[in-house]
């Protein structure tokens, strides 16, 4: 009977524990149905004309990728706090895993009010509900930035994103290993590496991170291949196997001749090219910054001609902020995110870090940096294909990494071009 | 006082307090209990009781609700002049985990109830034998004197139940909806899809392939992988102690080096040691004029590599397991053993193998077992690639446990993940109980 007496002790523990938890959930972000009006009424309807105000006491927490941006951000928040006298929390969040926190922390009330993401992620964020809309704004950013930005940071017709950056990937060359070689055409880059390797001794003419499937998207496009029809919107017009993303494939086979290596070993690119033993590196415009403190001068190719094809044509998306939809503050957060995208703001952002504005200015626009790696990128940019941003291209890019490997490995081409467009066919159908 | 205790028995005759204190807590906790004067744990009873009803009217409902239709409002955008905004639904993720918390308390309350009654009972049998109830200080010092045990284990009872069982379930239950990243809450509501899931799985080609592909590997592996570090680790371990070395102690540290070092720090570095082109391995192959051997480049190699990695970090521990016990077994043994004129390899094979393994064991169904989900070898050597095309989202050297991350943190497929994960759940489990019911002390806890 005492044994009992202990259970029932023991469950009474239990059970106050319990309490405490469900109270806990009870009051978290959650919303009853029969309480689920509208959770945000903001105080100050914004009518058609309203000036936006932000929120009485409002104050931000704004997730972006510190480690390059934090001679901007410092720059930018300061401006911002003087003209609006609201306090930013700056956290160091990268855009590629603002979803994936967001999703948790935002329903939880500890995330972001503002938020970087790049293309792909913005339908996703969409489909789950987690950014609203650009929509006070949403002239003044069409007119500002690029037609390919904006429609970046769209989904469906509904403009979300404030974009602040352009990116693509671009051939960096070590200006003292390339002297003058002529490097006009990739026939051209194929010869000037064949004498310039040596292969025992680890120098090679021309490097690329060649398994992963967005840097060799280029080749397949400069003959006319693309992922997605209809200017990478149509999901039922898959374009990885037309004759222009093979052919591309057949040129990409090609370059194992001057880069002699298995795809997982080409994890040292990065090294041998601070190091001075790579003449030619294919790599993103993120990298500008740190290009720009190398001890060797370094410039950039705009992407050459394919043999018998158009300049090879490498992807080129963007990053945007975008507002929470779990913000508390909705109107600060608008007002922020548009006031750290403005066309000047993004001159300045790539004074201080060389980010590739997204606006749509010239390369000798006032204020823009005027080297080489800037410029470069700038004319690249010009001639880039959009980034796939519908939400079926997460399926993309594990199809086509599994056909890079085996094509690399010697495999045919068109089997395996067909094999992945299979692949993401099927992905798609089978998606729920 | 003699006086009194007849008339206790009297009174005992006379009053049912069995009964009444029963029927009295039937109709609520607590109330038997104040029948039987034990007033302190009656009110806190009464309190339960309130709780429970709370629980029952309030809560209920909607729990059962939110489990059965995982919500009924999406959440939506509406455009108010100029600006959206939003407008919050259900959260079904939510709803899941509030139900099953509510449900679970649930339980738990009427799992008390039948307690209490139960007490109220055993109490009024004990006042009609004529003994005096305990009072509140009685009960709490029995519980504290006779009952600590219960009292210890409630509170990491309480974290089984929130950080073990919960998340389990819940992760059951996902396995049956349709939670994938093109279906997030709170934009959308989750259904249940009942077996769906586990019928694409098993139905659509790619997912069935890839399955049975990354399961058979996961076995190949776990064997491979435990079979070779503790082998491995037997025999330096022999050679070790072997009679007539010398600096046992500095052979046995330097041994022990490899396990000393953070297992982040040796994979990445057997990383880059294992690359194919620059790595030191291949160079060395290379000046002895053999030619490159694509460590983790091809399927097969990749594998091989994985194992002897494995080795690497694995065979210390059991070495010096195996340098213990080998200290422990007697010496006369092997005296006597000489005096036969019995060879070495006969020492070893009838001597030191089976003590080892008496001791070794369980130890190596449960490093078995740890090697089924041996996650971090995998992810941070070879990340699962070579990647295979006839794969859905695994490469070759994908075990089940870095296939569900790849699942879940790279392609937003839970509900699969989901899947994989039961499966794990259920292997694993297997084993571990099948372990524990081989240990001594469960079977001498039967007897």
Sequence with gaps: MKKKLGLVMLSTTIMLSLAACGDKTETGATNQPSNATNSQTNTNETGANDELKPEPGAELRFWTFTTDLKPFTDYALKEFEQKYNIKVIVEDVGYWDSVGRITTDGPAGVGADVFGLQTPDVAKAVKAGLILPNDYYEEETKKVNKPDAVAAASYDGILYGYPWNVYTFGLYYNKELVKDAKLETWDDIIAFSKQFNDVKNNKFGFMMDAGNSPFDVAFMTGYGGYIFGDNETNVNDIGVNNEGSVKGMKFFQSLKEILPLELSDLGVRGGLWEQGKLAINMDGSWSIGANSKLPFEVGVLPMPKLPGGDNAKPLAGSTGYYVSSYSKYPNAAKIFANFITSKEMQIKNNELTGALPAAAVSESEPGLRTDDLTKGYMKQIASSHIFPGVPETSFVWDALNSAIAEIWKGADPKTEMDKAAERIKSSIANQK | ?447
Excluded at chain 2, 97 to 119: E, N, P
Excluded at chain 2, 135 to 163: D, E, M, W
């Design chain 2, 1 to 447: 006082m003699v006086q009194q205790l007849i008339m206790d028995q009297n009174l005992s005759k006379t009053k049912p307090y069995r009964k009444i204190a029963v029927v009295l807590s039937v109709i609520a906790m607590g109330l038997g209990q104040l029948y039987n004067r034990q007033y302190v744990k009656g009110i806190i009873l009464l309190a339960f009781h309130a709780i429970g009803l709370y629980t029952f009217i309030f809560r209920l409902p909607h729990a059962v609700w939110g489990l059965v239709t995982l919500g009924e409002t999406k959440t939506q955008l509406k455009k108010v002049g100029r600006l959206y905004q939003q407008i919050l639904g259900d959260h079904s993720v939510y709803l899941m985990i509030q139900g099953l918390i509510t449900v679970c308390a649930a339980f738990v309350l009427i799992y008390i109830y039948t307690m209490s009654i139960k007490d109220a009972y055993q109490v009024g049998k004990r006042r009609e034998r004529g003994e005096q109830p305990h009072n509140f200080l009685q009960t709490a010092r029995f519980i504290a004197t006779y009952r600590f045990p219960y009292l210890i284990l409630a509170i990491p009872l309480v974290g089984v139940f929130f950080f073990t069982i919960m998340p389990i379930i819940f992760m059951i239950l996902l396995a049956f909806t349709n939670y994938t990243s093109n279906n997030m809450p709170p934009a959308h509501l989750l259904d249940w899809v009942g077996f769906d899931v586990f019928k694409d799985i098993f139905t659509i080609k790619q997912w069935s392939h890839t399955f049975y592909g990354v399961l058979l590997w996961t076995f190949i592996w776990a064997i491979l992988a435990t079979v070779t570090g503790f082998f491995g680790g037997f025999a330096i371990a022999l050679l070790v102690q072997q009679k007539g070395i010398r600096f046992k102690k500095v052979w046995r540290t330097l041994l022990i080096m490899p396990y000393a070092i953070p297992m982040f720090v040796s994979m990445l570095i057997l990383q880059n040691m294992f690359n194919g082109h620059f790595g030191p391995l291949n160079q060395y192959l290379g000046l002895i004029g053999i030619d490159s051997i694509p460590w983790l480049s091809d399927p097969t190699w990749a594998k091989v590599t994985l194992v002897l990695a494995n080795f690497w970090v694995s065979f210390p521990a059991s070495m010096l397991l195996i340098i213990g016990i080998l200290s422990t077994i007697p010496t006369d043994m092997y005296e006597a053993a000489d005096i036969d004129g019995a060879t070495a390899f006969q020492k070893t094979r009838l001597i030191t193998f089976p003590s080892v393994m008496y001791s070794m064991a369980p130890l190596l169904v449960m490093s078995f077992v740890g090697n089924i989900n041996n996650f971090t070898i995998v992810y941070l050597l070879t990340n699962g690639n070579p990647v295979n095309g006839d794969y859905q989202f695994a490469g070759d050297t994908d075990l089940l446990i870095t296939w569900l991350y790849k699942l879940s943190f790279e392609q937003g497929q839970y509900n699969f993940a989901s899947v994989i994960g039961i499966f794990i759940f259920i292997i694993l489990s297997g084993f571990a109980i099948w372990n524990v019911r081989r240990t001594k002390a469960f079977k001498e806890d039967l007897q």
